[in-house]
């Protein structure tokens, strides 16, 4: 028996940005503020959290309405074994399992970008080793890891826009296909649209 996501609501983010309180200034605010130039919504705690609300319940919702989450795999990162970061695994993990059909995914919902070498001693002991064959290792200088965050997650993005498009035109073509995924509220639109906008220049 598998844990699975019932209904899925309309996206209001491209991606949930899943860090350590440590990497937030440096790293992590630049990124979202530049993916924002580029039209690219990111979800940010400090920006779209919802104060009064149980913190377990607004994570799970954000990363639910959210197409993907991008984790900020740093030294701080690795450093806690615990916390809110592993939290937000465990629900992408849960998020994509459900996106996951006998023909393949319907979206590649976890991006976990690595700032470590690949050599890294204390990443194989970590629970991000399971996800680090969906990972992209940072090879830019300390003064780029910004530009490159940026640059993987719009390509992430570009790739998985062309994966809705394929499936919205799979959608019109296969009778089956309409009815698996209008057997489940939501999992249309989610996998046949790119919410909350699609991306410039791809025709989508």
Known sequence: MFWTVAAF???THHVFLSHCREDHDE???????????????????REDYHYGRDSRTAL???ILRSRHTVFFVTPAM??????????????????Q???????????NVILPLFFVPQSDVTLP??????????????????DGRVDWAVSEIARFLRDE????????????????FRKELDA?????????????????????
Do not use: M
């Open 9 to 11: 609501p309309r996206c």
């Open 27 to 45: 790293l992590v605010r630049p990124v979202h503020e530049r993916l924002a130039t580029n039209n690219i919504s990111g979800w940010l705690d």
């Open 78 to 95: 690795l450093a806690t074994g615990r916390g809110w970061c592993v939290l937000e695994l465990a629900y992408a993990e849960l998020l």
């Open 125 to 142: 002991r970590s629970v991000w080793q399971l996800a680090r064959d969906r990972g992209r290792f940072c090879d830019a200088p300390h």
């Open 161 to 176: 826009q062309r994966i809705a498009t394929d499936s919205a035109t799979f959608y019109k073509n296969d009778r089956a």
């Open 97 to 107: 399992v459900s996106l996951v059909r006998p023909g393949g995914a319907l979206a």
């Open 60 to 62: 799970r919702d954000a």
């Open 184 to 204: 489940r509220t939501g999992l249309t639109e989610r996998a046949t649209q790119f919410d909350p906008h699609s991306l410039a220049g791809d025709g989508a």
